[in-house]
């Protein structure tokens, strides 16, 4: 019996150490817990974490691989999730980075792209308003982007356009803004500035010194209309090299029948000079160049310049502001960025035979009707478009009430200078009204399910 149970007592106590035996070894051939033991010793060379840190530590480790014989569902694609109708939670992972990520919420912003909006500025003094509000509308009436105009005029002319402005159609009004602003001249005598060539238009040299808050700026004369979007000519401003600061065209394109070229007693620039009637020009250069002048060999800002210019060439101008700009960039001519002559068409291009190739091929982009031609029957092609434009009512048909009258009214120009070249004013605007009716209609159409 004795010898009986010392067998089973043996046997009892192998079977136990068998059993610690065979777990102690897997557990020590476990790459998990080697990698615990072995990161928790180098840890004790440094600091004694406690039990219950060690515990954490350890449970943490072996939660990374699950269990054997538990399998894992994979991530749903999110297309499928879409599909099914399941939230579709981007980023989710099972690894261990996006996991500390995910712990943190991170807030979400979103730059919103404030909207581009393009400055026009305009000078109407006397009996400019209806001149002044036909600008203004065909400017409107092709641009895409919203527009700021800056409207300087005289007193009396002031609560006229606010009135007039404020009653066109809200559709109209949602794409512009504008403000009035009074005739003002920081320099120099007021009276002898406005009495320059016309009157207000040295009021134009003063723009960079009064918009101190506008960066660029298209300035363009009263008797100017858009016959393609004003975004055309904006973009331009992205072409100016390092040293451009302003655009215009030339004020002719052949030096044998140019003015400037034949009559000016001033310097001017280039072969033939320019013309400021469209100019485009970037405020913000102009206000921090320090121009080179005849006067004085350091420089001059744009402001201390124009007195002392107009008080030394006065005897000597005939086109007024003009004919400064024109002794400006005569010694800056690295300042100045040329665009070809369709974007200032004028009856100069025409009268003496078509010499703007850039119109005959392209069609007029902007038409300068300078000599008075809108009010005359001297240029009737001109008076045409103006008439045209003036008379839309905004809501129209454009092909119907704008460009079918116009190219019916053509036929009586043709036996005139500037009529026998109808393409050069009808094949811009025709292009532009096209492009207008895709944008309006045919893009804006919802398909047929």
Request: charge should be positive; aromatic fraction near 10%.
């Given at each position: 019996?004795?010898?009986h ?14 059993l610690?035996y ?16 072995q ?6 060379s440094?600091?004694?974490p406690s ?13 990374r ?8 569902r994979p991530e ?6 879409r ?28 730059r ?28 409107l ?23 007039r ?9 949602a794409?512009f ?7 003002t ?27 101190k ?8 004369d009263?008797?100017v209309?858009f016959?393609?979007?004003?975004d ?19 004020e ?5 029948i ?26 913000t250069?102009?206000r ?9 060999p ?11 210019l ?12 003009q004919?400064l700009?024109n ?9 100045l ?28 982009s ?7 031609v ?14 045209a434009?003036r ?16 190219q019916?009214?053509f ?11 109808p ?13 207008v ?11 047929h399910?």
């Amino acid at each position: 019996m004795r010898i009986h149970c010392k067998v089973v007592v043996i046997a009892v106590c192998f079977g136990v150490f068998l059993l610690l035996y065979f777990l102690g070894g897997n557990t020590a051939d476990d790459p998990l817990l080697k990698e615990v033991i072995q990161e928790e010793e180098e840890e004790d060379s440094n600091s004694s974490p406690s039990s219950s840190e060690l515990g954490r530590n350890v449970a943490a480790k072996f939660a990374r691989k699950p269990p054997a014989g538990v399998a894992v569902r994979p991530e749903e694609p999110p297309l499928k999730r879409r599909k099914e109708g399941k939230p579709i939670n981007r980023g989710a992972s099972v690894n261990a980075k996006s996991k500390s990520r995910s712990d943190v919420r991170r807030p979400v912003t979103r730059r919103i792209r404030a909207e581009e909006v393009m400055h026009l500025a305009v000078v109407a003094c006397g009996n400019r308003l209806d001149e002044t509000l036909t600008l203004v509308k065909s400017a409107l009436l092709f641009s895409i982007k919203k527009i700021k105009f800056h409207i300087f005029a005289e007193d009396p002319l002031a609560p006229q356009f606010e009135e007039r402005l404020n009653k066109w159609p809200r559709s109209i009004l949602a794409k512009f803004q504008f403000s009035l602003y009074p005739i003002t001249f920081s320099v120099g005598n007021a009276d002898e500035w406005k009495k320059l060539f016309k009157p207000c238009a040295a009021q134009r040299l003063f723009l960079p010194v009064i918009l101190k808050d506008v960066d660029s700026l298209l300035y363009v004369d009263t008797d100017v209309l858009f016959l393609r979007p004003m975004d055309d000519i904006w973009s331009l401003l992205k072409s100016f090299n390092s040293t451009q600061l302003a655009a215009m065209a030339p004020e002719h394109e052949v030096p044998k029948i140019g003015w400037y070229s034949r009559f000016a007693r001033h310097p001017f620039y280039g072969v033939t000079g320019v013309n400021s009637g469209v100019m485009l020009m970037n405020l913000t250069r102009i206000r921090h160049t320090m121009f080179k002048n005849s006067m004085i060999p350091s420089g001059l800002s744009w402001e201390d310049l124009l007195h002392p210019l107009y008080q030394k060439y006065k005897n000597h101008i005939t086109w007024g502001d003009q004919d400064l700009l024109n002794i400006i960039f005569h010694y800056n001519p690295e300042c100045l960025f040329i665009f070809p002559c369709q974007w200032n068409y004028r009856p100069d291009h025409c009268m003496y035979g078509s010499n703007c190739k850039g119109a005959e091929e392209e069609g007029v982009s902007i038409l300068h009707g300078n000599r008075g031609v809108y009010h005359d029957d001297k240029q009737p092609a001109f008076k045409v478009v103006y008439d045209a434009i003036r008379d839309f009512p905004f809501e129209d048909n454009m092909f119907q009430s704008l460009f079918y009258p116009i190219q019916t009214k053509f036929l009586d120009t043709v036996n005139t200078l500037c009529g026998r070249i109808p393409q050069v004013f009808l094949k811009q605007i025709e292009k532009t009204m096209k492009k207008v009716f895709e944008d309006k209609v045919v893009r804006h159409a919802k398909p047929h399910k």
